[in-house]
């Protein structure tokens, strides 16, 4: 199978071209500058007209929940991976907290089995760490994971790891078998203290979804952040902070200490929950405008490595309530790529530093093997992106997720993706979708 790209412009290595992409079977088998005339563009099986349209690697996401095996009410790999490739993301990097966790070697298995049978674009999942699996994590085959997933703040089940000697443990662990270790950082102890304030303040089991912010706190980022930075300098472990939410953080980053910001807490701040209430809501909490504002700085300017979307499905019915009992969590998936796009727009970064964030630095942080870059001789993963000649609403009948909404329905946007290629495949293309294409499981070097 022969594909060409032809006249687009590429958004790869920092810089802007107009070139064709030649591709055979699932690789690029060529970026010809210099165009590719008509007689031979006539020996390709396939011709993608790109005039006009940005032509990007594929979006890669080291941050979802796909809630399969176990929460498959709400989400599954194929409803989700399907939802991905609508949005141009082509690879994803999946959770461990579904049920079972993934914390043992048949756990992580079960999920690689499925994966082959029902996910439509490229995946891998991360093991979590727990109290007492130091020496099951130790015999995973360091090539088939991202990384490690630590909750250092409230999770389900036994996945809050809060020994002081586990943590060490992990972070030396992490280090000894060079794999980023990936944390949720949050202090526990400062949540459950704030939560406890504030149900008696308002006289209430369930506060308001505004007071969010304020239980899970800027200082319970902060406490969890700080430790797990110290932990990491310690033992020289390559350790990213997951969806920072506080200007603070941003000083805790350089060096072996990266950071994670999503794209719902670059769109979102606390004045949102008046008209969204907890649709919103999500663990670490959006937080206040200055907050989003420094956020948005940070991954113009670098301190912020990669940007990701947390995709965290749940039914309509599961987001009532408050603080308290509405669930943590929203679906972004689809849309992440669109949203950022808009963000272009608005003049907060560039194409290029969006490339970057989504795909190159992603890449680069995993050492994930001949993706994330539209280089000669690597996996054909392409979004093609093109700005709308008028604007559109994100309305429920073009929501592929599961769960069926998004906190970002009724928001006009001027992007749209036309093609998602996934291994060479032509996977979606402008509405229709090929659902007889399956991803792979990733490698890392």
């Known amino acids: 199978m022969r594909t060409l790209i032809k006249d687009g412009t590429i958004v790869n290595d920092g810089k802007q071209q107009r070139a064709d992409i030649i591709i055979e079977a699932d690789k690029i088998k060529e970026i010809a500058t210099g165009g590719i005339d008509t007689e031979s563009a006539n020996s390709f099986d396939v011709i993608i007209d790109a005039k006009d349209a940005y032509v990007l690697p594929g979006i890669i996401d080291s941050h979802v929940h796909f809630r399969e095996p176990g929460l498959t009410h709400k989400a599954d790999m194929e409803s989700e991976s399907r939802a991905a490739a609508y949005g141009g993301v082509t690879t994803v990097f999946e959770m461990p907290n579904t049920k079972p966790q993934t914390t043992t070697a048949e756990a992580l298995l079960e999920k690689q089995a499925i994966a082959k049978e029902k996910m439509h674009v490229n995946y891998a999942f991360f093991p979590g760490a727990t109290n007492d699996n130091i020496e099951t994590l130790r015999q995973l085959d360091v090539h088939t994971i991202p990384g490690i997933k630590l909750f250092m703040g409230s999770s389900t089940g036994n996945m809050l790891v809060d020994k002081e ?134 991954i113009a300017n670098g301190q912020i490595y990669t940007v990701s979307t947390d995709h965290a499905p749940h039914t309509l019915e599961e987001k009532q309530g408050g603080a308290a009992r509405a669930m943590s969590g929203m679906p972004m998936v689809q849309f992440s790529l669109i949203a950022m796009l808009s963000l272009v727009d608005e003049g907060v970064l560039t194409m ?94």
Request: glycine share 6%; aromatic share 8%.
């Open 165 to 298: 000697q586990a943590l060490d443990d992990v972070f030396a662990l992490a280090k000894e078998i060079n794999l980023p270790l990936m944390a949720h950082c949050e202090d526990t102890e400062t949540i459950n203290a704030n939560m406890q304030y504030y149900k008696q303040m308002t006289d209430t089991d369930d506060p308001n979804v505004r007071l969010h912010p304020l239980i899970r706190s800027e200082e319970a980022c902060m406490k969890s952040s700080e430790l797990g930075v110290r932990l990491a300098r310690k033992h020289g472990t390559r350790f990213h902070i997951a969806h920072i939410t506080t200007e603070k953080e941003l000083a805790l980053l350089g060096g072996n200490v990266t950071g994670e910001a999503t794209v719902a807490h670059l769109i979102f701040s606390a004045p949102d929950y008046d008209t969204l209430g907890a649709r919103i809501k999500c663990n670490p909490a959006v937080k206040l405008t200055k907050d989003r504002d420094a956020l948005r700085n940070a």
């Open 352 to 445: 290029e530093r969006l490339v970057e964030l989504m795909c190159h630095n992603q890449a680069q942080l995993f050492s994930l093997n001949e993706r994330g870059y539209l280089h000669k001789g690597y996996k054909a993963d392409i979004a093609i992106v093109r700005r709308s000649e008028k604007p559109w609403t994100l309305t429920t009948d073009c929501i592929q997720s599961k769960c069926g909404w998004s906190p970002l329905e009724g928001k006009e946007f001027h992007w749209k993706v036309c093609q998602t290629l996934v291994n060479g495949n032509i996977i979606y293309n402008n509405g229709r979708f090929n659902d007889r294409i399956r991803g792979e499981q990733v490698l890392f070097r």
